[in-house]
């Protein structure tokens, strides 16, 4: 790589990721006042360790995500499939639909969202924002799980049934465990967009149930404090744990290194 490019290449990843460091940095900061600099301390930390309201949201962003993620995971991977092995009425407009969903803006997803629950009188608070992050998420599971498919055998599958082998025996032998390492990147790609968001869980969120980036938004209103920053870099080395372990699993998963299940 020339030193053109490869200037270019940390400068960019400088504007990225300066502004996190600043808060990484800050979040160590002695004073009370995160713009003076009065020594490094975990404090703010301990503080944060002791703080009740926002372990409770953060407990409430934990089941919200695992149980979306789990269910985009469930509905987007069965859409995946069936664009995949089924040809029937509709299904370009479908793919199409699930783009559109994918590129649109996230407020205006949030108002629809937002028309649907009160249209089908849901309660705002966990199933609202289960509905909303389930729509958000399903979209980025059945693309990138189809895509996926698409560098299989489809003969494999003619194999199968020749040989007797039922729908059910295909999904649950073949199929899911020739994907599984893009399954498993889709979960945690869909946990860390629900954990991450805030427009749409903005809209349709209620006053019991209350979750984290809520709760950082609803703080950073009132001041930006060194328990905010201390919060926030928590989040964002978990976020980077997320993308970093879905990442490995599809470079694994495309070198071979990890087989398929028999």
Avoid at 20 to 33: D, E, H, Q, R, W
Avoid at 61 to 70: K, N, R
Avoid at 117 to 135: D, M, P, R, V, Y
């Amino acid at each position: 790589m020339s030193k053109l490019k490869l200037s270019y290449l940390c400068t960019v990843l400088l504007i990225l990721y300066f502004p996190i460091i600043v808060l990484i940095v800050f979040s160590l900061n002695n004073s009370t006042y995160s713009l003076d600099w009065h020594g490094f301390s975990f404090r703010w930390y301990a503080a944060l360790w002791k703080n009740y309201e926002i372990w409770q949201a953060a407990w409430h962003s934990l089941v919200l995500g695992v149980i979306a993620a789990s269910s985009a995971t469930l509905l987007g991977g069965l859409t995946a499939i069936n664009f995949y092995r089924y040809q029937f009425a509709g299904r370009s407009y479908l793919q199409m639909s699930l783009i559109t969903a994918l590129i649109a803006p996230d407020i205006m997803l949030a108002i629809a969202l937002l028309v649907l629950c009160k249209t089908l009188h849901i309660s705002f608070g966990f199933a609202s924002l289960l509905c909303a992050h389930i729509t958000l998420c399903l979209p980025f599971v059945a693309i990138s799980i189809h895509n996926s498919l698409k560098t299989c055998d489809k003969n494999i599958f003619e194999a199968a049934k020749d040989l007797g082998a039922s729908e059910f025996t295909l999904l649950t032998t073949i199929t899911v465990p020739m994907i599984w390492p893009q399954i498993a990147a889709a979960w945690l790609l869909s946990f860390t967009l629900s954990l991450d968001d805030i427009v749409i869980s903005y809209f349709v969120s209620g006053p019991k149930f209350d979750i984290l980036p809520l709760k950082i938004y609803a703080l950073a209103r009132l001041g930006v404090k060194p328990e905010l920053n201390a919060l926030c870099s928590i989040m964002f080395c978990l976020t980077i744990l997320l993308v970093l372990g879905a990442h490995w699993l599809q470079q694994r998963h495309q070198t071979g290194k990890i087989p398929y299940a028999t």
